[in-house]
């Protein structure tokens, strides 16, 4: 069998992309990275070394931001917008020493970090979204404690079984409801899956139609994709109505991808992300319509391009589901 020292630079690249492609967020796919990047030092190999780390969920190394900011001057655009990006999550003390020029260019193209690269501008909405995080998800923890005192949170996804049950009116009693992307909707699908939605969880890539009332928390879902989503326009609205924006921490991501070696669900990301806060305590956590899809088939209520992704590792996500007994679940 080849081994992998005997393959030239840029195919190792192109395998480890292959590799991110499919789903499969394994060790192999950052030693990869690594050994192009070590038989062809450049700008290339370094930035997809450092993108394979942070597809794992680990941000830049000190040592990775000062070889990348060495190599900037001799950059493209878009690759000096994502190592600003990286260095404003990893190492932010470092960006004051870059070209005003180049900071502004990143806040254009990634306008979440418009008050972490120009901090002495005044920036509202979206460009306080990187400086905001901490405080938001400080307030979303006290939220979720809150509401497990009460009457407990519901994570609902899109599973096609949830058309299956009665399930809305248990729902609807949560004093928290968690709904996904393009969520049943409407009154033929309220016994079902009820109405109330208290959070909203989007992925990046979502083009459909907002919730029919303003939540009042927007998660965009991924690895802290306020240091990477470039279009904001399906949030900027809920944003401008009071919604308060979340990003997913890159710990929380990263624990995810290690126990599924691919990347999670919304579903499973955002229910790890509970299990942080609550420290494993999940007995008022409720969940319905997550963990249950076979791949390709589409939520019942909608049209079949809502389908699951294989990207995902389900048989590894249903597995992850068993092995917390005290979740309560509907479906």
């Known amino acids: ?30 030693e990869v990275a690594f050994k192009a990047w ?33 190599l900037m001057p001799s950059m493209p655009s878009w690759q000096r917008v994502w190592v600003l990006a990286g260095v404003a999550e990893a190492f932010p ?8 020029a180049w900071r502004q260019e990143a806040a254009r193209k990634l306008p979440a970090l418009g008050m972490t690269l120009i901090p002495d501008l005044s920036h509202q909405n979206l460009g306080a979204v990187a400086a905001q995080q901490i ?6 923890a006290h939220t979720v404690w809150a509401s497990a005192r ?10 096609a079984q949830l058309c299956e049950v009665c399930a809305g009116e248990a729902i609807d009693a949560c004093s928290l409801v968690v709904r996904f992307n393009h969520y049943g909707r409407g009154h033929a699908l309220k016994e079902c899956v009820g109405n109330k939605i208290d959070v909203w969880v ?33 949030v900027q609205p ?44 999940l007995e008022q956590v409720t969940v319905a319509g997550v963990g249950d899809h076979d791949e390709g088939r589409p939520y019942k209520a909608l049209n079949a391009q809502f389908g699951s992704t294989s990207r995902h590792n389900w048989r590894a996500e249903a597995a992850w589901l068993k092995q917390r007994p005290s979740l309560r679940r509907l479906v």
């Open 38 to 70: 070590r038989l062809h030092s450049s700008a290339r190999t370094l930035l997809h070394w450092a993108a394979t780390r942070r597809d794992l969920g680990l941000p830049l190394s000190r040592r990775m931001a000062h070889n990348l900011l060495a």
């Open 238 to 281: 809920l944003v401008n109505q009071g919604s308060k924006l979340l990003t997913v921490p890159l710990k929380v991501w990263r624990t995810c991808v290690q126990q599924l070696q691919a990347p999670p669900s919304a579903g499973i990301l955002m229910l790890s992300w509970l299990e942080h806060i609550l420290h494993h305590q």
């Open 135 to 140: 405080v938001l998800r400080q307030d979303f």
């Open 1 to 30: 069998m080849l081994s992998l020292a005997a393959l030239p630079a840029w195919v190792l690249t192109l395998y480890g992309r292959r590799l991110r492609k499919a789903g499969h967020y394994r060790r192999n796919m950052l």
């Open 150 to 159: 009460r009457s407990g949170l519901a994570v609902v996804g899109n599973a």
């Open 93 to 100: 003390v470092l960006l004051s020493k870059l070209p005003s």
């Open 202 to 234: 989007v992925s990046p890539a979502y083009k459909g139609p907002p919730p029919l009332a303003v939540p009042t928390w927007v998660v965009v879902t991924g690895p802290a994709m306020e240091y990477k989503l470039q279009n904001w326009q399906t």
